[in-house]
C-alpha cells in the first residue's frame, strides 16, 4: 500500500522558521529578563544577599544572551514585517475602507485583531528602540542611566 505523502510549501515553511526563531528570541529575552528583574546588580554595601548569585549561567553571559538575543528578534522581525507587507497593508486599506468600496470590510472580531497588532507592534518598537538607544549611549547599560532613563524618580 502507497501512503500519500503531503508536503507543505516554501512559503510555510519560511513562516514556521520565523515563528520558530520569534519563539526562540523571545524566551531568551524573556527569562533573561526576569533574571535581571530579581537579581540586581552589585554588591551594594552589603545589601545585596543575592550578588553573585548564578543561575544556570553568570551575570555576564545573561547580559550577552539578552544583548543578542534581542539584536535577533529586531532582525527577525524585521524580516517578518518585510515577508507579509502585503498582508498588512490589505489588512490597513480594509480597516479603514468604508461600505461603498467593492471588497468587504471586516467585522468587529477582526478589527479587534488588528487593534491588537497595533498595539503591540508599537510596544515592540518602543522596546526596540529604547534598547538600541541604552546600548549605544556611553555609560548607556550601567543602571543609573537606565534609572534616569526609563525609571525616573520625579
Known sequence: M??????????????????????VTGIAIFLSSVYFLYFPVGFQGGRNPDYG???IFGREMWDAI???????MIIVLIIHIAVHDKWI?????????????????LN????????????????FFVVAISGVVLLV????????????????KT
Open 89 to 105: 497593508l490589505a489588512m490597513f486599506k480594509r480597516f479603514f475602507q468604508g461600505k461603498s468600496s467593492g471588497t468587504k470590510r
Open 2 to 23: 502507497k501512503t500519500k505523502r503531503t508536503s507543505v510549501s516554501t512559503a510555510t515553511l519560511n513562516r514556521w522558521w520565523l515563528f520558530l526563531l520569534l519563539s
Open 108 to 123: 468587529v472580531n477582526a478589527r479587534f485583531n488588528i487593534l491588537l497588532d497595533v498595539v503591540a507592534a508599537l510596544s
Open 137 to 152: 549611549l556611553p555609560s548607556g547599560r550601567s543602571f543609573e542611566v537606565v534609572d534616569g532613563f526609563l525609571l525616573s
Open 66 to 72: 539578552h544583548l543578542w538575543s534581542g539584536i535577533g
Open 53 to 55: 548569585a548564578i543561575i
